[in-house]
């Protein structure tokens, strides 16, 4: 199976690079796991709506160049499907059993994600009513990939 996480911007710090590859490392033992990182477009403070608009179609380019036509393409948004650890490796498992092998997580800005990318995807995915950082986010994103494999295959994890 392949993991892409395509993620909007760099990881700065370097504790976030540092849980970023332990998490990469984990799941090395399920996946072949590759993180693409797109450039973010130069974010004016309060944008307007054209602005807005305009930086996320922007990214979005960048992001859905990244997709293949066979991809299983998961968009993380605020607006998405919400699933308990055991309830989203039971969909990601059962995804996996009807014949996809290359799934993309998709990371937005710090805007969101444009449209397009959220019509391209297979699922949107929420973790939260909250916004976390595109940083963080990605490590909590690459913890509950690696724990849907433990629960998929009996393998203890922590409750």
């Known amino acids: ?39 973010d477009e130069p974010t004016p403070d309060n944008p307007s709506a054209a602005q807005a608009e305009a ?9 859905l160049a990244q997709i293949k036509e066979r991809d ?9 499907q919400a699933f308990t650890s055991e309830a989203w490796a039971e969909y990601f498992g059962r995804t996996a059993s009807q014949g996809y092998s290359s799934f993309v997580f998709v990371i937005g800005g710090s805007l969101g994600l444009h449209r397009s990318v959220l019509e391209r995807a297979n699922l949107q995915l929420s973790f939260s009513k909250f ?11 690459l913890e509950q990939i690696y724990r849907g494999f433990r629960i998929l295959r009996g393998e203890k994890y922590h409750k």
């Open 131 to 141: 916004t976390f950082p595109h940083q963080m986010m990605r490590v909590i994103l």
């Open 1 to 39: 199976m392949n993991i892409t996480v395509v993620a909007v911007g760099k990881l700065k710090e370097k504790y976030w690079v540092l849980a970023n590859q332990e998490y990469e490392k984990r799941l090395s033992a399920y996946a072949k796991v590759k993180i693409v990182e797109v450039a």
């Open 55 to 63: 930086i996320k179609a922007k990214e979005a380019v960048r992001i």
């Open 72 to 80: 299983y393409v998961v968009a993380l948004a605020i607006e998405g």
